[in-house]
C-alpha cells in the first residue's frame, strides 16, 4: 500500500516538461515571426506608439504565434506521426523550427487533450488582446487561424496550398499596422502584405518543401516540388524571393513615417543577404542543403527589418 502511494506520489510530483510545449508551438520560430507586426506597424506610425499598447502588443503577438503554430500541430498530428512512421534517416540539417522538440504530439511525448488546452489559452489570451487594441486585429486573427486549418487540410489535396499559407504569414504584418491605426492607406496595406506573402512563398513554404521532399512524397503531399518538380519549384522561389526582395526596398515609397533614406538601402542589403544570396545557392545547387539554408536565413528576414526600422526611428538619416 506504502509503495503504490510513493509511486502514485511520484507521478504526482513529476514538473511539467514546458520545452514539449514551446516545442509544440515551435517557439524560437514564432520569436523570430513576433518582429513581423512590430516592424510593421513602427514602419507605418514612424514612431513608437504608447508604452501600453507596445506591452499588450507584445503579449498578443506572442500568443497569437503560439496559437496558430501549435494549431498546424494539432491539426496535423495523424500527418506527422506518419511522417515519423516511414523515415528511415536522421534529419541532420539544422532548423530552426526544430531548435526545440519537434512534433511532440506525434511523437506522443505530449497528450493531444494538453497540446489543445495550451492552443485554446494561448487562442484565448490573443483574442482578447486582438479585440482591445483594435477588433479588426481579433477578425484577422481568426482569419489566420482559419487559414491555417485549410493549409493542413489541403496537404494531400492540391500544391496551392502555399496561398492559404502566404495569407496565415501576411495577416501578421497587417495586424500590426491595425493595432496602432484603425484607418491605414490601403495602398500600404496591399503592398505590406504582397510583401510579406512573397515572402513566405519563396523563403519559407516552398523550401521547406526541399527540405522535407523524401517525407512528403512517402506521405502523398502535394507540394509545389512533388507537382511540378526541381526546376519549376526553384523557379517560383527565385521569383518570390526576388519580389520580396524588391517589395522590402520599394516599400520605403507608401511608408508613414517609418524609414528615413538610409532604409532603401539597408533594405537592400537585407534582401541580398537574407533572400537573394541562399536563393542563388539553391539555384546552382538545387537540394535540401541548400534550402534549409535559405529557409534559415530567410526566418531572420522580420528581425532584420524591425532593427532597421527601430534605428531609423531613433537615429533619423
Not at 43 to 55: D, E, K, M, Q
Not at 164 to 188: C, E, M, R, W
Not at 248 to 268: D, E, K, N, Q, S
Not at 287 to 293: F, M, S
Request: hydrophobic share 55%.
Amino acid at each position: 500500500m506504502n509503495e503504490t502511494a510513493g509511486r502514485l506520489s511520484d507521478v504526482a510530483v513529476q514538473p511539467v516538461n514546458w520545452k514539449l510545449f514551446l516545442g509544440l508551438s515551435r517557439t524560437p520560430h514564432g520569436v523570430l515571426d513576433m518582429a513581423t507586426p512590430a516592424m510593421a506597424a513602427l514602419l507605418w506610425l514612424g514612431h513608437f506608439p504608447s508604452a501600453s499598447v507596445v506591452i499588450l502588443g507584445l503579449i498578443t503577438a506572442f500568443a497569437g504565434y503560439t496559437a496558430v503554430y501549435a494549431l498546424n500541430d494539432l491539426v496535423d498530428h495523424r500527418v506527422d506521426r506518419e511522417r515519423l512512421s516511414l523515415s528511415s534517416t536522421e534529419e541532420t540539417l539544422f532548423d530552426v523550427d526544430g531548435i526545440m522538440v519537434r512534433h511532440p504530439l506525434a511523437q506522443n511525448l505530449l497528450p493531444y487533450t494538453s497540446g489543445f488546452l495550451w492552443f485554446t489559452f494561448w487562442a484565448g489570451v490573443a483574442l482578447l488582446g486582438a479585440w482591445w487594441l483594435n477588433p479588426v486585429c481579433a477578425a484577422i486573427f481568426v482569419a489566420s487561424a482559419s487559414m491555417e486549418i485549410l493549409y493542413c487540410k489541403l496537404l494531400k489535396i492540391t500544391y496551392l496550398k502555399i496561398i492559404p499559407s502566404a495569407i496565415v504569414k501576411a495577416t501578421g504584418g497587417l495586424a500590426g499596422v491595425y493595432a496602432v491605426d484603425p484607418n491605414p492607406q490601403i495602398t500600404f496595406v496591399v503592398f505590406l502584405f504582397l510583401w510579406l506573402a512573397a515572402w513566405e512563398v519563396g523563403g519559407q513554404n516552398i523550401p521547406n518543401d526541399i527540405v522535407d521532399m523524401e517525407d512528403d512524397a512517402k506521405v502523398a503531399a502535394r507540394t509545389t516540388l512533388t507537382e511540378k518538380g526541381m526546376h519549376d519549384a526553384v523557379f517560383v522561389i527565385l521569383a518570390a524571393v526576388s519580389m520580396a526582395a524588391l517589395a522590402g526596398v520599394g516599400l520605403y515609397c507608401a511608408t508613414g513615417r517609418g524609414g528615413g533614406f538610409i532604409y532603401p538601402v539597408a533594405a537592400a542589403v537585407i534582401g541580398w543577404k537574407l533572400l537573394l544570396r541562399p536563393a542563388r545557392q539553391l539555384y546552382r545547387n538545387p537540394g535540401p542543403k541548400t534550402a534549409a539554408d535559405l529557409f534559415n536565413r530567410a526566418s531572420y528576414m522580420p528581425a532584420a527589418f524591425l532593427v532597421l526600422v527601430v534605428l531609423s526611428i531613433l537615429v533619423p538619416f
